[in-house]
Protein backbone atom coordinates (compact mmCIF):
# COMPACT_ATOMS: atom_id res chain seq x y z
CA UNK A 1 0.00 0.00 0.00
CA UNK A 2 1.75 3.93 -1.27
CA UNK A 3 3.06 5.46 1.57
CA UNK A 4 1.16 8.81 1.90
CA UNK A 5 2.91 11.99 3.97
CA UNK A 6 3.20 15.54 3.51
CA UNK A 7 5.25 17.85 1.67
CA UNK A 8 5.19 21.34 3.03
CA UNK A 9 6.05 24.26 0.34
CA UNK A 10 5.67 28.20 0.11
CA UNK A 11 3.23 28.96 -3.04
CA UNK A 12 0.79 32.08 -3.41
CA UNK A 13 2.01 34.18 -0.16
CA UNK A 14 0.39 30.55 1.50
CA UNK A 15 2.01 27.31 2.69
CA UNK A 16 0.06 24.79 0.73
CA UNK A 17 0.10 21.17 1.69
CA UNK A 18 0.78 18.75 -0.68
CA UNK A 19 0.53 14.72 -1.21
CA UNK A 20 3.40 12.45 -2.24
CA UNK A 21 3.23 8.62 -2.33
CA UNK A 22 6.09 6.39 -2.26
CA UNK A 23 6.03 3.96 -4.58
CA UNK A 24 8.62 1.10 -3.82
CA UNK A 25 11.89 3.47 -4.46
CA UNK A 26 10.45 6.04 -6.16
CA UNK A 27 8.66 9.38 -4.89
CA UNK A 28 6.00 11.12 -6.95
CA UNK A 29 5.28 14.76 -5.82
CA UNK A 30 2.37 16.10 -7.29
CA UNK A 31 3.75 19.83 -7.06
CA UNK A 32 7.24 21.07 -6.74
CA UNK A 33 7.41 24.27 -8.46
CA UNK A 34 6.30 27.01 -7.75
CA UNK A 35 5.79 28.75 -11.30
CA UNK A 36 6.35 32.21 -12.66
CA UNK A 37 4.52 34.15 -10.37
CA UNK A 38 6.10 33.75 -7.41
CA UNK A 39 3.42 36.83 -5.35
CA UNK A 40 0.79 34.24 -6.45
CA UNK A 41 -2.36 34.60 -8.99
CA UNK A 42 -2.77 38.47 -9.46
CA UNK A 43 -2.98 40.75 -12.28
CA UNK A 44 -0.09 42.55 -10.57
CA UNK A 45 2.55 39.75 -10.66
CA UNK A 46 1.17 38.92 -13.89
CA UNK A 47 1.91 42.05 -15.47
CA UNK A 48 5.80 42.29 -13.85
CA UNK A 49 6.12 38.37 -15.65
CA UNK A 50 5.19 39.82 -19.02
CA UNK A 51 7.06 43.15 -18.58
CA UNK A 52 10.13 41.01 -18.29
CA UNK A 53 9.62 38.68 -20.33
CA UNK A 54 8.65 41.09 -23.32
CA UNK A 55 12.12 43.12 -22.27
CA UNK A 56 14.10 40.10 -22.81
CA UNK A 57 12.30 39.13 -26.21
CA UNK A 58 12.67 42.52 -27.01
CA UNK A 59 16.69 42.73 -26.33
CA UNK A 60 17.15 39.05 -28.15
CA UNK A 61 15.29 40.75 -31.21
CA UNK A 62 17.84 43.93 -31.06
CA UNK A 63 20.79 41.76 -30.89
CA UNK A 64 19.12 39.72 -34.01
CA UNK A 65 18.22 42.96 -36.35
CA UNK A 66 22.34 44.30 -35.18
CA UNK A 67 24.14 41.28 -36.29
CA UNK A 68 22.13 41.36 -39.83
CA UNK A 69 22.06 45.38 -40.14
CA UNK A 70 25.18 46.21 -38.11
CA UNK A 71 22.81 48.70 -36.48
CA UNK A 72 20.55 49.03 -33.89
CA UNK A 73 17.68 51.68 -34.22
CA UNK A 74 15.17 50.23 -31.76
CA UNK A 75 14.00 52.43 -29.19
CA UNK A 76 16.35 51.96 -26.08
CA UNK A 77 13.49 52.06 -23.85
CA UNK A 78 11.81 48.63 -25.80
CA UNK A 79 8.48 50.51 -26.49
CA UNK A 80 6.10 47.86 -25.33
CA UNK A 81 3.35 50.84 -25.38
CA UNK A 82 0.79 50.72 -23.30
CA UNK A 83 -0.28 47.55 -21.46
CA UNK A 84 -3.25 46.55 -19.84
CA UNK A 85 -3.85 43.25 -17.40
CA UNK A 86 -6.32 41.79 -15.76
CA UNK A 87 -7.32 38.56 -13.91
CA UNK A 88 -10.17 36.55 -13.18
CA UNK A 89 -10.69 33.70 -10.70
CA UNK A 90 -14.18 30.87 -10.97
CA UNK A 91 -14.64 28.47 -7.65
CA UNK A 92 -14.89 25.01 -8.81
CA UNK A 93 -16.80 22.01 -7.40
CA UNK A 94 -15.03 20.03 -5.14
CA UNK A 95 -15.19 16.78 -7.14
CA UNK A 96 -13.38 18.87 -10.11
CA UNK A 97 -10.73 20.35 -7.23
CA UNK A 98 -10.05 16.99 -6.42
CA UNK A 99 -9.63 15.39 -10.10
CA UNK A 100 -7.61 17.93 -11.07
CA UNK A 101 -4.89 18.11 -8.06
CA UNK A 102 -4.36 14.67 -8.93
CA UNK A 103 -4.03 15.10 -12.60
CA UNK A 104 -0.46 14.49 -13.14
CA UNK A 105 -0.61 17.83 -15.61
CA UNK A 106 -2.66 19.98 -14.09
CA UNK A 107 -1.69 22.97 -15.82
CA UNK A 108 -2.02 21.30 -19.42
CA UNK A 109 -5.48 20.32 -18.91
CA UNK A 110 -6.15 23.35 -18.16
CA UNK A 111 -4.89 24.92 -21.49
CA UNK A 112 -6.63 22.30 -23.12
CA UNK A 113 -10.54 22.82 -21.60
CA UNK A 114 -9.80 26.66 -21.93
CA UNK A 115 -8.64 26.47 -25.50
CA UNK A 116 -11.05 23.66 -26.62
CA UNK A 117 -14.14 25.18 -24.95
CA UNK A 118 -16.88 25.62 -27.31
CA UNK A 119 -17.03 28.68 -26.05
CA UNK A 120 -13.07 29.42 -27.89
CA UNK A 121 -14.56 27.72 -31.28
CA UNK A 122 -15.82 31.09 -33.07
CA UNK A 123 -12.00 32.26 -32.62
CA UNK A 124 -10.42 29.17 -33.35
CA UNK A 125 -12.16 29.18 -36.96
CA UNK A 126 -11.54 32.40 -37.43
CA UNK A 127 -7.66 31.92 -36.97
CA UNK A 128 -7.16 28.68 -38.11
CA UNK A 129 -6.82 29.98 -41.80
CA UNK A 130 -3.78 31.92 -40.79
CA UNK A 131 -1.91 28.97 -39.53
CA UNK A 132 -0.88 25.27 -40.67
CA UNK A 133 -3.28 22.59 -39.69
CA UNK A 134 -0.44 21.08 -37.50
CA UNK A 135 -0.38 24.46 -35.42
CA UNK A 136 -4.10 24.81 -35.12
CA UNK A 137 -5.00 21.47 -33.94
CA UNK A 138 -5.38 21.42 -29.75
CA UNK A 139 -2.11 19.91 -28.39
CA UNK A 140 -2.43 16.61 -26.41
CA UNK A 141 -0.51 18.23 -24.02
CA UNK A 142 1.43 21.99 -23.33
CA UNK A 143 4.55 22.06 -22.54
CA UNK A 144 7.14 24.70 -22.66
CA UNK A 145 7.41 25.43 -26.68
CA UNK A 146 4.27 23.96 -27.37
CA UNK A 147 2.92 26.36 -30.06
CA UNK A 148 -1.14 26.35 -30.73
CA UNK A 149 -2.17 29.11 -33.78
CA UNK A 150 -0.95 32.17 -32.45
CA UNK A 151 0.22 31.52 -28.66
CA UNK A 152 4.14 30.16 -27.36
CA UNK A 153 3.86 28.00 -23.98
CA UNK A 154 6.47 30.11 -22.13
CA UNK A 155 5.58 29.21 -18.92
CA UNK A 156 4.73 26.01 -17.26
CA UNK A 157 4.49 24.43 -14.00
CA UNK A 158 2.33 22.04 -11.82
CA UNK A 159 -0.68 25.00 -11.00
CA UNK A 160 -0.02 27.69 -14.12
CA UNK A 161 0.73 27.92 -17.65
CA UNK A 162 1.54 30.96 -19.46
CA UNK A 163 1.27 31.61 -23.11
CA UNK A 164 2.78 34.97 -25.38
CA UNK A 165 1.27 35.85 -28.51
CA UNK A 166 1.87 38.47 -30.80
CA UNK A 167 0.10 40.63 -34.18
CA UNK A 168 3.45 42.07 -35.90
CA UNK A 169 1.28 43.92 -37.61
CA UNK A 170 -0.84 45.36 -35.50
CA UNK A 171 1.96 46.33 -33.34
CA UNK A 172 0.08 44.67 -30.87
CA UNK A 173 1.33 41.38 -28.38
CA UNK A 174 0.17 39.93 -24.98
CA UNK A 175 -0.11 36.78 -22.71
CA UNK A 176 -2.55 34.57 -21.54
CA UNK A 177 -2.40 32.79 -18.20
CA UNK A 178 -4.27 29.59 -16.50
CA UNK A 179 -4.18 28.52 -13.32
CA UNK A 180 -5.24 26.67 -10.44
CA UNK A 181 -5.11 27.40 -6.60
CA UNK A 182 -6.42 23.79 -4.80
CA UNK A 183 -6.62 25.51 -1.36
CA UNK A 184 -9.54 27.54 -2.55
CA UNK A 185 -10.57 25.47 -5.65
CA UNK A 186 -10.43 28.68 -7.70
CA UNK A 187 -9.01 28.67 -11.32
CA UNK A 188 -8.14 31.29 -12.65
CA UNK A 189 -7.44 33.43 -15.81
CA UNK A 190 -5.14 36.21 -16.98
CA UNK A 191 -4.16 38.36 -19.46
CA UNK A 192 -1.84 41.08 -20.72
CA UNK A 193 -1.49 43.24 -23.59
CA UNK A 194 0.81 45.71 -24.97
CA UNK A 195 -0.62 47.92 -28.11
CA UNK A 196 0.54 51.12 -28.60
CA UNK A 197 -3.11 52.02 -30.11
CA UNK A 198 -4.32 53.12 -26.73
CA UNK A 199 -7.35 55.03 -28.09
CA UNK A 200 -8.76 51.94 -29.99
CA UNK A 201 -7.65 49.32 -27.10
CA UNK A 202 -9.43 51.85 -24.02
CA UNK A 203 -12.65 51.44 -26.64
CA UNK A 204 -12.14 48.02 -26.55
CA UNK A 205 -11.53 46.72 -23.27
CA UNK A 206 -14.61 46.45 -22.09
CA UNK A 207 -15.37 44.10 -24.67
CA UNK A 208 -12.34 42.02 -24.08
CA UNK A 209 -13.12 41.78 -20.31
CA UNK A 210 -16.49 40.59 -20.59
CA UNK A 211 -15.00 37.96 -23.38
CA UNK A 212 -12.09 36.99 -20.79
CA UNK A 213 -14.61 35.96 -17.90
CA UNK A 214 -16.65 34.40 -21.00
CA UNK A 215 -13.19 32.06 -21.77
CA UNK A 216 -12.87 31.44 -18.40
CA UNK A 217 -16.51 30.12 -17.64
CA UNK A 218 -15.96 27.83 -20.72
CA UNK A 219 -13.11 26.31 -19.40
CA UNK A 220 -14.42 26.42 -16.39
CA UNK A 221 -17.01 24.30 -17.95
CA UNK A 222 -15.26 21.53 -19.99
CA UNK A 223 -12.92 21.13 -16.54
CA UNK A 224 -15.96 20.08 -14.31
CA UNK A 225 -17.47 17.49 -17.53
CA UNK A 226 -13.84 16.22 -17.25
CA UNK A 227 -13.91 15.87 -13.72
CA UNK A 228 -17.41 13.70 -14.06
CA UNK A 229 -16.62 11.65 -16.73
CA UNK A 230 -13.27 10.62 -15.44
CA UNK A 231 -13.51 10.52 -11.86
Known amino acids: RPESRNITMMHSRQIHTFRA ?10 YSTRGALGGGFCD ?19 RQ ?9 HDS ?9 DMYSQTVSSTCAMWLDRHPHPSSEMARAYFGSPRF ?11 TRENSSLPPKFEIGTKFMAWDTKVVSPYELICTWRISSASIHGCTMVGFDPMSRKVYHGNCMSTEWQSSAQFLLPLHKAYAQFLLGGMVNNLEKSSTSQS
Not at 22 to 29: A, F, I, V
Not at 44 to 62: A, Y
Not at 121 to 131: A, D, K, Q, S, V
Open 21 to 30: KSLGSMTSCY
Open 77 to 85: KGNIGEIFT
Open 65 to 73: RHRRNNSDK
Open 44 to 62: EDLRRWFVQESSNSDNGNR
Open 121 to 131: TPEHLILTPFF
